[in-house]
């Protein structure tokens, strides 16, 4: 024999023997375990991600429709505020208007309505 003879397992491969293949150590089966156990932690976890990550989209997705249609409707009911406005304006005209008298050389600030009021004749020239 060798100086080193190698194992009867080895021996009996080399023989072309039938070899029943020894258990791993409980350490090894640990670390298998591990492993095998961290992988589908990561596996889940990814899964996980994945799923939240499509529901923020849609949730997203739903507030953008959400904002676009309360857009919509405010910007009709601004339009109908505008044509309200035009509707009272053409009934009562706005007689709130700012005027500058000059009166002999004098500067007086006042309004169209408050003319209207102290001299009621100057009523038919203004309109």
């Known amino acids: ?31 298998l375990v591990s492993n095998n156990f961290e992988n589908e932690v990561q596996e889940v976890t990814a899964k996980f991600i994945q799923s939240l990550q499509v529901i923020r989209n849609e949730t997203i997705e ?9 857009r919509q409707e405010l910007e009709m009911e601004k339009k109908e505020w ?15 208007e700012i005027v500058y008298l000059d009166v002999g050389g004098k500067l007086f600030t006042t309004s169209i309505q408050t003319l209207k009021n102290c001299y009621p004749i100057l009523d038919w020239k203004v309109n």
């Open 1 to 31: 024999m060798f100086p080193h003879s190698p194992s009867k397992t080895v021996m009996a491969m080399i023989q072309g023997g039938d070899l029943k293949p020894k258990s791993p150590p409980p350490s090894t089966l640990r670390g």
């Open 82 to 96: 505008e044509m309200e406005k035009e509707r009272l304006l053409k009934m009562n005209p706005i007689q709130d």
């Open 62 to 70: 739903q507030a953008k429709q959400q904002i676009e249609v309360e």
